[in-house]
C-alpha cells in the first residue's frame, strides 16, 4: 500500500504562484510515476502532469506546458507540482497519484490517490 498526502493548495490571484508537494509513505517501491491530475466542478478529472523516478521522464498537458514543473525528491519520497502564472482556469481540486511502472496520462492507469488539495485562483 502507498499513502500519498497532499499539501500546498490555497487561494491565490491570476497570474501568481503556487507550489504543490505529495508526500509519499509505505511501500514507495510503487512510486515509480508520480502525477498530478485536477478536477474543476462539474467537470471530469483531467491530467496535468507526470514524473518518473528518475525525474528525467516527465509529461505535461498542452494547457500548463510552459507554466507547470513537476518534480521530485526521491530521498524525501516527496513529488512537487510548481504552479506559476496561475489563471482563473486552474482552479480546481489537484490529486497527486502513482503507479508502480512507467508514465501514464489516464487516471484508470493510477492505483493510488491523495485526498486532493484546493487551489482558487481569482480573477
Known amino acids: 500500500q502507498v499513502q500519498l498526502v497532499e499539501s500546498g493548495g490555497g487561494l491565490v490571484q491570476a497570474g501568481g504562484s503556487l507550489r504543490l508537494s505529495c508526500a509519499a509513505s509505505g511501500r514507495t517501491s510503487f512510486t515509480y510515476s508520480m502525477a498530478w491530475f485536477r478536477q474543476a466542478p462539474g467537470k471530469e478529472r483531467e491530467f496535468v502532469a507526470a514524473?518518473?523516478?528518475?525525474?528525467?521522464?516527465?509529461n505535461y498537458a498542452d494547457s500548463v506546458k510552459g507554466r507547470f514543473t513537476i518534480s521530485r525528491d526521491n530521498a524525501e519520497n516527496t513529488a512537487y507540482l510548481q504552479m506559476n502564472s496561475l489563471k482563473p482556469e486552474d482552479t480546481a481540486v489537484y490529486y497527486c497519484a502513482a503507479r508502480g511502472i512507467p508514465l501514464a496520462t489516464a487516471s484508470n492507469a493510477y492505483g493510488y490517490w491523495g485526498q486532493g488539495t484546493q487551489v482558487t485562483v481569482s480573477s
Open positions: 514524473i518518473n523516478r528518475s525525474g528525467f521522464g516527465t
